[in-house]
C-alpha cells in the first residue's frame, strides 16, 4: 500500500492551492508587500546650518545699511555744492510728479520724475534705488489711501512694483549726487539740443527766437541776428555744435 511522502499528512502542497499559515494575515505588510507603505525618516533641522544663515543674512544687512549710510552721507556733501536754481529744479520735479502729494513717489513716478531731470535710467536702476533708498508704502494717510487706486492702476499699466516709495528728502539728495558728478560737457549737449529744433546739429536764427519767446525774453530781431554773428565761427549763419560748447565753456 503506498504511503504519502508529505510528512505534513494529506492536502495540498504549498504553491499548489496550499493555504497560507494562519500567522500570515491579509494586512501584514510583510505577507503583502503590495499594501506596504514606507515614510522617510523625519531628521532634525541642523543648527549650525540655521546660525550660518541667519549670520549670512545679518551679514547682509550690516552692509546694505553701511551703504545706504555711505551713499546719503555723499549725497547731504552734493546738495551742499547746488545752486540754488539746481535745487529748486530738483523740488519742481518732485512735485510736478508726486501726484498724490503724499511727500513720496512711487516707480513711475520716480522715473519722469529722472528723466525729466536729464537721468533716464533703465527699469532695474529704478527698482535698485527703490530697495536701497525706498520706504514700504503708507497706509495710515487718508489721502494716500485715497489715491491708492490710481496708483495702483498706473502701476499695474507699467508692471512697476507695489512694495517701495521714495521721500524728497532721498530723492533729493540722490539727485544732488547725480548732478554733482554729471559731466559739464552732457549738460552744455543737453542744452544745445533744446536749442536745436529737429536735431539739425546746428542753431539758427529762427532757433534763436523761439528759445527767447518761450523764456520770455524781450530781445529784438537785431539783438538775436548780432548773438549769431558774434559766435558764429565758420560763417554759415548757424551756431554749431563745437562752436556752442565753446560759447559755454568761455
Known amino acids: 500500500m503506498a504511503t504519502s511522502s508529505n510528512p505534513l499528512g494529506p492536502g495540498p502542497r504549498y504553491g499548489l492551492g496550499r493555504t497560507a499559515p494562519s500567522h500570515a494575515q491579509p494586512n501584514n505588510p510583510l505577507s503583502n508587500p503590495q499594501q506596504a507603505t514606507f515614510s522617510t525618516p523625519a531628521f532634525p533641522p541642523n543648527p549650525k546650518n540655521a546660525q550660518r544663515l541667519e549670520s549670512e543674512r545679518l551679514e547682509r544687512e550690516r552692509k546694505a545699511r553701511e551703504d545706504r549710510e555711505r551713499m546719503d552721507a555723499a549725497g547731504q556733501n552734493s546738495l551742499a555744492e547746488l545752486s540754488e536754481e539746481q535745487r529748486e529744479e530738483i523740488g519742481e520735479a518732485f512735485n510736478l510728479f508726486d501726484l498724490d502729494k503724499d511727500g513720496h513717489i512711487d516707480y513711475h513716478e520716480l522715473k519722469v520724475a529722472m528723466k525729466a531731470l536729464g537721468f533716464d535710467l533703465p527699469k532695474h536702476e529704478i527698482l535698485n534705488i527703490l530697495q536701497m533708498h525706498g520706504v514700504s508704502s503708507p497706509t495710515s494717510s487718508s489721502n494716500a489711501q485715497s489715491k491708492q487706486p490710481a496708483r495702483q492702476a498706473a502701476q499695474q499699466?507699467?508692471?512697476?512694483?507695489?512694495?517701495?516709495?521714495?521721500?524728497?528728502?532721498?530723492?533729493?539728495?540722490?539727485?544732488?549726487?547725480?548732478?554733482?558728478?554729471?559731466?559739464?560737457?552732457?549738460?552744455?549737449?543737453?542744452?544745445?539740443?533744446?536749442?536745436?529744433?529737429?536735431?539739425?546739429?546746428?542753431?539758427?536764427?529762427?532757433?534763436?527766437?523761439?528759445?527767447?519767446?518761450?523764456?520770455?525774453?524781450?530781445?529784438?530781431?537785431?539783438?538775436?541776428?548780432?548773438?549769431?554773428?558774434?559766435?558764429?565761427?565758420?560763417?554759415?549763419?548757424?551756431?554749431?555744435?563745437?562752436?556752442?560748447?565753446?560759447?559755454?565753456?568761455?
Not at 547725480?178 to 539740443?193: G, T
Not at 546739429?201 to 523764456?215: F, K, M, N, W, Y
Open 157 to 250: 499699466q507699467y508692471g512697476s512694483p507695489l512694495r517701495q516709495l521714495l521721500s524728497f528728502q532721498a530723492f533729493q539728495t540722490l539727485m544732488a549726487q547725480r548732478i554733482v558728478s554729471r559731466d559739464p560737457q552732457e549738460e552744455i549737449l543737453r542744452a544745445f539740443e533744446l536749442f536745436d529744433e529737429g536735431g539739425k546739429g546746428r542753431i539758427t536764427l529762427q532757433d534763436l527766437t523761439r528759445v527767447a519767446r518761450e523764456l520770455g525774453e524781450a530781445l529784438t530781431h537785431d539783438e538775436l541776428v548780432a548773438m549769431i554773428e558774434e559766435f558764429d565761427m565758420d560763417n554759415d549763419n548757424a551756431i554749431s555744435q563745437e562752436e556752442f560748447i565753446n560759447i559755454c565753456l568761455g
